[in-house]
């Protein structure tokens, strides 16, 4: 089957939610089209919303994979366009609400009873799945959704280029601004963080040695060190060095692959495609420590499938995602490694995943292990928005670090109020 155009697709560009579930608007792209009694059986009806992964195959092998299931006829919504979450959203407040859906861990769906207790099909293989990836779906000791794939972020980079221009691989974002300058000839510039920043915010404050919230749900990226890390990412945006206004966003290859850029920063899941373009000119390393006192980090996003609470059968929407998500070791790995290179969150498939245990993969691995960071459930999307307002502010517009987090605070602590008194 022909594959989906990249051109039509924005694979991770948009990491959470574009707007709140009270905010959201009915779903007009859905129209009258529910996806439901469209399948070929008589029993129930169930409907997944995925958005549009732009790796070739992937739609194909979520409907193959639905096809497959005896116990229900399974319709599968694929939204094509850019805002994805909104659309989500705003169907979750309609009478076209999927029974099903992918999605990242927010706090806010589980407070508003929008997603289903799933503690009772994922407790008896919890052990099996990332530790980590378990914590950031628990709220109150129950699981709210089941990890599908983590997609680790980091730098990918032609080391050709590097022995050309006299660099290292850096260690420090002050080496990353020097190596910038050093690559960046005619049209390549040195290094791309994607066309609004957002995908490096976190690994910033990571790599400051500092992180969004505390284990007390406390403000914790508000530290000296975030402080001199925006300062320095102020003068590589201003350096003449860094991709600005590239074609395509962060999560699609081409800016490196084309010649626009010599180090991008970007997803495991375009590891293939990076490959197929640069052969064995490739090579990756995690954001470097923001000052000396910090630690490299990588940013393991993902997606995870959620159960509609409000929808018509939650116990045969939950069977179902049991079913794929948990009893289907096959698909589950088929999903995470045939169609770009995500990790398996699931400890056993990730041992028998053989795509992934040599080469370039192997390394991506790796620093998935010894510096990933993963999404706090706590972290809410104004939060989030509190901080890409920071790095507009004294970032893209050199403003002052101190009085923009001064700020980013007040709407972080008002948020934390709401959700934890």
Not at 41 to 61: C, D, I, N, R, W
Not at 148 to 175: C, H, N, W
Not at 183 to 201: M, Q, S
Not at 343 to 351: G, K, V, Y
Request: charged content about 20%; overall charge negative; glycine content about 10%.
């Amino acid at each position: 089957m022909p594959a989906q155009s990249n051109s039509t697709w924005d694979r991770r560009s948009i990491l959470r939610a574009a707007a709140g579930l009270a905010v959201a608007a009915p779903l007009a792209a859905c129209g009258g089209n529910n996806g439901r009694g469209g399948g070929s059986g008589s029993g129930k009806q169930l409907t997944q919303m995925f958005h549009a992964y732009g790796e070739p195959g992937v739609e194909q092998a979520v409907k193959r994979y639905a096809a497959a299931y005896k116990k229900a006829d399974v319709t599968t919504q694929w939204i094509t366009s850019a805002d994805y979450e909104s659309k989500l959203f705003a169907t979750l407040l309609t009478k076209n609400a999927p029974d099903v859906f992918e999605f990242h861990p927010q706090i806010q769906l589980v407070k508003s009873g929008q997603v289903a207790d799933l503690s009772d099909i994922v407790d008896p293989v919890k052990d099996d799945f990332n530790a980590a990836d378990i914590t950031s779906h628990t709220v109150d000791g129950k699981v709210y959704g089941v990890r599908m794939i983590d997609d680790p972020q980091f730098f990918f980079y032609r080391p050709s280029l590097f022995e050309k221009a006299g660099v290292k691989v850096p260690e420090t974002l002050d080496e990353l601004i020097e190596a910038a300058a050093k690559l960046t000839t005619g049209k390549t510039k040195g290094v791309y963080l994607g066309n609004d920043l957002h995908a490096i915010v976190n690994p910033l404050i990571w790599s400051a040695g500092a992180d969004t919230l505390n284990d007390k749900n406390e403000i914790a990226y508000h530290t000296p060190a975030v402080v001199e890390g925006l300062k320095k990412l102020r003068t590589l945006f201003t350096s003449g060095h860094l991709l600005l206004g590239a074609p395509t966003d962060f999560w699609d290859p081409s800016s490196l692959t084309q010649g626009l850029c010599a180090v991008q920063f970007c997803g495991m899941w375009a590891m293939p495609q990076f490959q197929k373009a640069l052969g064995d000119d490739l090579g990756i390393f995690p954001f470097p420590k923001t000052v000396d006192s910090g630690k490299p980090s990588v940013y393991n996003g993902g997606w995870s499938m959620f159960v509609n609470a409000k929808g018509d059968d939650v116990d045969a929407a939950k069977e179902y995602v049991k079913w794929l998500w948990i009893d289907q070791k096959r698909y589950q790995e088929d999903f995470a490694t045939s169609y770009g290179f995500h990790i398996p969150p699931r400890a056993s498939i990730a041992a028998s995943a053989s795509k992934l245990e040599s080469g370039l993969p192997a390394q991506g691995v790796k620093l998935f292990n010894d510096y990933g960071h993963f999404d706090n459930i706590g972290w809410t999307q104004a939060m989030i928005q509190a901080t890409w307002d920071v790095v507009a502010d004294c970032v893209r517009k050199g403003g002052d670090p101190e009085a923009a987090l001064d700020r980013c605070d007040k709407t972080v602590e008002r948020e934390l109020k709401k959700l934890f008194g």
